[in-house]
């Protein structure tokens, strides 16, 4: 059964830093690319950023460019949102995803796989 776990969420004081992962099972990951989305109370789910499949291109939304990084590893199946200097309007369920094609979609309807969700919260 092909499913996504999300893992690594908590709460963080603002300015520290969390590294969510994204285990695949039930399929491969190698062919795929994969995104992270956040859904904060009361707001739409919004894309936070996407990898293609070989990982050599990655995009990220304006409000999180220089402060997060997506990684994957084929190897492991995972993939990785590392979060740095986190500010309390991050504050949002995490989720990831994957897409059928091998490079980064345009619109949300045309991701495939959604994991369950991993909630962080920026907070002191």
């Known amino acids: 059964q092909l499913q996504l776990v999300e893992s690594g969420g908590g709460l963080v004081q603002p300015g520290g830093s969390l590294r969510l992962s994204c285990a695949a099972s039930?399929?491969?990951?190698?062919?795929?690319?994969i995104g992270w989305f956040r859904q904060a109370p009361g707001k739409e789910r919004e894309g936070v950023s996407c990898i293609n499949n070989s990982g050599h291109y990655t995009n990220y939304a304006d409000s999180v460019k220089g402060r997060f990084t997506i990684s994957r590893d084929n190897a492991k199946n995972t993939a990785y949102l590392q979060m740095n200097s986190l500010k309390p309007e991050d504050t949002a369920v995490y989720y990831c995803?994957?897409?059928?094609?091998?490079?980064?979609?345009?619109?949300?309807?045309?991701?495939?796989?959604w994991g369950q969700g991993t909630q962080v919260t920026v907070s002191s």
């Open positions: 039930g399929f491969t990951l190698d062919y795929y690319a």
């Open positions: 995803a994957v897409t059928l094609y091998s490079y980064c979609p345009a619109y949300t309807s045309q991701w495939d796989y």
